[in-house]
């Protein structure tokens, strides 16, 4: 079975620093895909980024980086210099083809970011 | 083009009422989800489709939850003798592929379903 586990519950955080946002997952699946989707208040999840298990390399998109290790099953999330619109709840997602041929989206719990100005 | 969309945003009824919830896809996607957000459960995966076929409906919580899907676009959700416990917001994702393929799945919006 998958399981995700995004301890931290609620970040508070002050505009303009950095933050990050920890994800630990598990599977037994030599092959698996990891997402970012950040849900504001407004209810819909946004697509962020999807990471395949070969794939080890960083990577930095403007504000935002993920990290992604698999020595410790870990996908962090950081954003850099932080914004009041980067309030939101935001999940670590993993995704294997199961024996029954098809995916689906294993979700964490979510870490509500809250930035002040 | 346009993502995907759901009706209606928000959805209030009484114990027992039968509810429909509908999903369109982004154009040309063949999978499609629906997921269930509740405050005690975080993200549940309830079905999927490939095409008008879904080969797995073990996620629904209970027979009174049924889905289809009609000419490999629109979704319709159906929940039965609604119960309070059913109160959560009903997510619906597509991605092109599904089948042997992990492709990124977009959301709607969302249905607030509330009982009462």
């Known amino acids: 079975a998958q399981k995700v586990t995004q301890a931290q519950t609620e970040i508070s955080v002050v505009e303009k620093e950095d933050v990050t946002l920890d994800c630990v997952y598990e599977?037994?699946?030599?092959?698996?895909?990891l997402f970012w989707y950040k849900q504001p208040p407004s209810g819909e999840l946004v697509f962020l980024i999807r990471r395949n298990s070969f794939d080890e390399q960083n990577e930095i998109s403007g504000r935002y980086s993920w990290n992604f290790q698999k020595s410790t099953s870990s996908f962090n999330f950081t954003i850099t210099a932080s914004q009041v619109v980067d309030s939101a709840v935001y999940f670590c997602a993993l995704s294997v083809v199961g024996y029954s041929g098809y995916s689906t989206l294993t979700f964490g719990k979510g870490t509500m970011l809250l930035v002040s100005p | 083009g346009a993502g995907v969309s759901q009706s209606p945003s928000n959805k209030v009824t009484e114990k027992g009422k039968d509810v429909e919830l509908r999903c369109d896809p982004i154009s040309g996607h063949t999978a499609l989800y629906w997921y269930r957000q509740s405050l005690g459960q975080g993200l549940e995966f309830l079905i999927y489709f490939q095409g008008n076929s879904a080969p797995d409906k073990s996620g629904l919580p209970s027979d009174r939850f049924s889905a289809e899907r009609t000419g490999g676009s629109v979704s319709t959700l159906t929940i039965q003798r609604t119960q309070q416990e059913d109160s959560a917001v009903y997510l619906c994702?597509?991605?092109?592929?599904?089948?042997?393929?992990?492709?990124?799945?977009?959301f709607g919006p969302g249905t607030r379903l509330t009982v009462l």
């Open positions: 994702a597509s991605s092109l592929e599904g089948q042997g393929r992990t492709d990124t799945q977009y």
């Open positions: 599977t037994r699946d030599t092959t698996y895909y």
